[in-house]
Each structure stands twice: as structure tokens, then as C-alpha cells.
């Protein structure tokens, strides 16, 4: 298999002539040996914001001896003309064979300056995939260097006749690679690499889902300590797949509303979803009451009620996963358990460091307990900082590949820097090469006492944020805009690649202070960049130095 630098191009998501592109490295890294090395620019953005390696030329392909093949690709349709080929552009036709000389002579010129000794032969090959040169004799093209959608299964085969792969080696090929590496100039696309990091993590967390529904035993009470990114979600989602599958009722309840919108929108068909005080207000509506959430103390009024339910068969299932279990109540413990028939089965997934409420544990006796302490989600950087932060009594195991993501602080004093700070940190993100649909910003604050609250715009940026209201189906309304921002409360159980952490503050870094840091900090799984003010941030200082 031949070698494809850069790397990442399988987890591309690309259209038209860029996929026909991609499509071409498939064939290439499959059919050709490992003797050759495949350069290529189609999904990664250059520092003047090209796509072809370089001028016209899309791949460069060397040989042990260093020589070079560049292969110029024109996908669609083009125009055979009395000066040969041509291929129509926005406003203007262009030849190619002129396209492709002026390009592989002034790589030529480069690539000898740069080589001090021998210097590599240069060949060209022309790749139409889509369509069927009709005159080859006269596009301006040596007929024996174009491959047309008539011979395009012969394209590797083409290329080894043109560039032998016996070829002895020789110390030239270094330099060569060398210049090219440096012609690329590459910038990772950032899409790209989240895409590959959002992967890696679900195949890497995919374990505990996988192990922990291999255990067997009777009645099957089993509590799940995870940390974050741990894969606790996932797990939760396969359980309620299995018991889909194998016809029986599942129930899913958590704490955060937000967390059960999310995996309202990604569970099975069939799966009832809920908080835990949705479930409440479901049930009670079942017997013909109407919560009137005007009223003080609406919500104890709900717990009440349903502490007191006995559920008939409408309300029993076969299968309880509780989420967010460092969130609840004995009494709401009791109260779902009533739910569960006589041989369902339960589990109970909790992470004590994002117990950003401080209640003490839940008490389960007689529950088999499985713990999950690494995080395959949040960049080695980021939870080596929060290890420092945490101190050696709290163990965080990274099992994340992903590295050199440094985390940023940035201190601010007073309203107006930390308006100002925070904007500069959704400005490191963007130019980063994060979109803004990859970055969100949450806010140390819970929603009511934010100061971004009553904001619907942030400089430039147009806000997308939580109203308070629900439509008529019962789903959240947001703000129209680009860029999201909530509080680290109402964010808890989701990710982005990029977070901004912004609005924190606190005189000590105690225990509900770390807690509520692991919570923010742990959300990123590419960067992060935190917004202190000046109080907090010297109390960082103070544990990091």
C-alpha cells in the first residue's frame, strides 16, 4: 500500500471534484506498493488557501530513487479545441496542457535549486476520469500521459510504466521528500482531524460498551462509576438498543434537560426518554392531573407525588438506565425502582467529579460496581493540566492519542475585559481553523446569574443560546445565531472540539471549584482555552506552579 502524505484524507467529508479527488487516493493508496509515496493537497488547507499541490498539479508521486510523477486531475466535463484541451472555469476556458507545463516547469525550477547534487526526473500524466479524450493526437498532450474515463482502471498500471518502482534508491529521494513536505506547507483542516478525533473516540470509548454488557448476573443491578469521556453515553445507547432488539421496554433518565434532548434525538425508536422530573410530569398527566409549574414549590410537588405513585403497566419497564446518577436523590432512587418490573434489569452511571451540586452519593447495596477511570475523549494536555490541578488523590488516566492541544488562559478584571477576553478566545479558536459551529463557549455562571445572559450578540458573533421557552413538542428554543454559548451546568454530558471556558471565578480552588473546572474542561476534545479573572487565575498559578 503505497504512502499518502498528509495522512486523514478517509475521514473526509467532501463533494464534487474534490470526492472524485479523494476517490483517486483510494485507488492510489490501494493499488499501488509501499515503494511509492503518494503527495497530494485536496483536503487540507494550504497557507494561500489552495487545494492542488501545487500551480495545477494535484498529486506528486516519488520512487525510491526520488524521481517524480505529478498528475494533473480534471473531473467533469472538457472541451477538445484546435489548441487542444481545454477545461471551462467560472468566466473563462483554459487550456490544460498550458496549465500543466507552466506548473511542472516551475516546479522543476524549485526542486533543482533546492537539490545540491543529482537532480530528479520530472514526468506529468494527465487524469480524466469523467470523460473520454476523442482526438488524443491533438490535445496538446502526449497520448501515452493521459488517462481518460476509457483507461481509468489502467491508471495504476499507467503510473508504474511511467515511474518504475525498481527504481535503486538513492540519497536524492530525501531531499526530494524534504522539498515537498516543505511545498505543501500544510495546516491541518481542522474538520477533518475533529472528524477523525470524534472516531477515534467512539472507537476507543466503544470498550466499556462492549464489556460492561458482557456481564452476567442475577437480578442485575449494576452501577457504572465513569469519568468523563469514558464512554458512559455510549453505553447508555447500546443498552437501549439491546433491549429494543430483544422486545423489551427501556427506560432512559437523567438530570440535565439538555442531555436528554441530546439523547431524545439519538436513542432507538421505542426508548422513553426523560429527566427525571419530565418522567414525573409524564406520569402525573397519565392519571389526568396538570402540574401547575406557577406555583411555588411546583417541583417538590412532583417528587412528592411521585414518591407516593404505584405504576400500573403503562409506567413499568424492562430496562432502567439512569445517567447522571451523582445528580439524584434517594428518594428519586426509590421511585424508579418501582418502575422496574420484577426481572428488569438496571443500571446506574454516575461520575462523582461532575456532581456539581453537591450531594452526597447515592446509597445501591447489593449492586455490582464497575469503574471506568480513563478518559478517551479530552486531549493528553488538557487533563494532564486538570491532573495538576486535581492533585495526585484524584487519578484522571488519559486514553486519548490526541496531544499538543496546550491549554490557554487568558485573565480578565471587570466586565468590560472579560467581554474582551472572551471574544479574543473565540478569535484563537477561529484562527485555530475551528468554524464556529465547532466551537462552543460555556460560562462558569449558571444561566441566571451569567453576565453573557442577557446577550445576543458577542462582537461579531451572533449568539445561539437557550430562551427558557419550549415549543409545543417540548423542545428547548434557541436564539438564531452561529456561535454557541451555555452554562457549564446545562453543558454537562455534551462536547465540542473547541471550548471557550469563560466567566470563571472563585477565591479558592476548593472541591466544588475543581469540580466544576473538570466539568468545563473536559467538555473540549481538541482545544481549549479558559477565561479567568484575575483571582481565579492566581489561584491556578499557586497549584500549577
Known sequence: ?????????????????????????????????????????????????????????????????????????????????????????????????????????????????????????????????????????????DPARIVDAAKRDYLVQTIRSLLPESAPARPLADEVHRFLRNELRLVPDVATVAGQARTLYTRLSGGL????????????????????????????????????????????????????????????????????????????????????????????????????????????????????????????????????????????????????????????????VLRAQTNYRSPRDILGTLQRLAGPAQAIEPGSPLDGSDVEILTYDGYTELMDKTKTAITRGLGAGFRKEMIAVATYRGREHSAFTPLDRLGPHALRAFTGQYDLLGSPVYSDGELFIDSVHRFKGQSAPCIVFTEVDFDDLDEAALRKLFVGMTRATMKLVLVVSERAAAALRDRLS
Open 1 to 141: 500500500m503505497a504512502h499518502i502524505i498528509p495522512e486523514g484524507w478517509q475521514a473526509l467529508e467532501a463533494t464534487g471534484a474534490q470526492q472524485r479527488e479523494i476517490e483517486t487516493l483510494a485507488l492510489l493508496a490501494a493499488g499501488l506498493p509501499d515503494a511509492y509515496t503518494v503527495y497530494h493537497g485536496v483536503h487540507w488547507t494550504r497557507v494561500n488557501q489552495g487545494h492542488a499541490l501545487v500551480g495545477e498539479i494535484d498529486f506528486a508521486i516519488v520512487n525510491p530513487a526520488g524521481n517524480l510523477l505529478l498528475i494533473e486531475q480534471k473531473s467533469g466535463f472538457l472541451s477538445e479545441t484546435p489548441e487542444g484541451l481545454a477545461k471551462q472555469y467560472a468566466k473563462q476556458e483554459k487550456r490544460v496542457a498550458v496549465q500543466m507545463a507552466r506548473s511542472v516547469e516551475a516546479l522543476r525550477k524549485r526542486l533543482n535549486a533546492h537539490c545540491q547534487g543529482d537532480k530528479p526526473t520530472l514526468d506529468s500524466l494527465l487524469y480524466c476520469p469523467d470523460y473520454q479524450v476523442k482526438q488524443p493526437g491533438s490535445a496538446g498532450i
Open 209 to 368: 460498551a462492549e464489556w460492561a454488557r458482557r456481564i452476567e448476573f442475577e437480578p442485575f443491578r449494576l452501577r457504572v462509576i465513569g469519568t468523563a469521556g469514558s464512554g458512559k453515553t455510549q453505553l447508555a445507547l447500546r443498552v437501549l438498543e439491546d433491549a429494543i432488539a430483544a422486545g423489551r421496554r427501556p427506560l432512559y433518565v437523567c438530570y440535565n434537560r439538555p442531555l436528554a434532548d441530546h439523547v431524545a434525538l439519538i436513542a432507538p425508536p421505542g426508548a422513553t426518554v426523560a429527566t427525571y422530573h419530565q418522567l414525573c410530569d409524564r406520569v402525573l398527566r397519565s392519571t389526568g392531573e396538570v402540574p401547575d409549574f406557577t406555583r411555588p414549590g411546583a417541583f417538590q410537588a412532583l417528587e412528592s407525588f411521585m414518591a407516593d405513585y404505584r405504576p400500573d403497566a403503562a409506567w413499568q419497564f424492562d430496562e432502567l438506565v439512569v445517567d447522571e446518577g451523582q445528580d439524584f436523590q434517594p428518594e428519586w432512587r426509590d421511585a424508579l425502582l418501582k418502575l422496574l418490573l420484577p426481572a428488569g434489569r438496571a443500571w446506574w452511571l454516575e461520575d462523582p467529579m461532575q456532581n456539581l451540586y453537591g450531594r452526597p452519593p447515592v446509597e445501591l447495596p447489593g449492586w455490582v
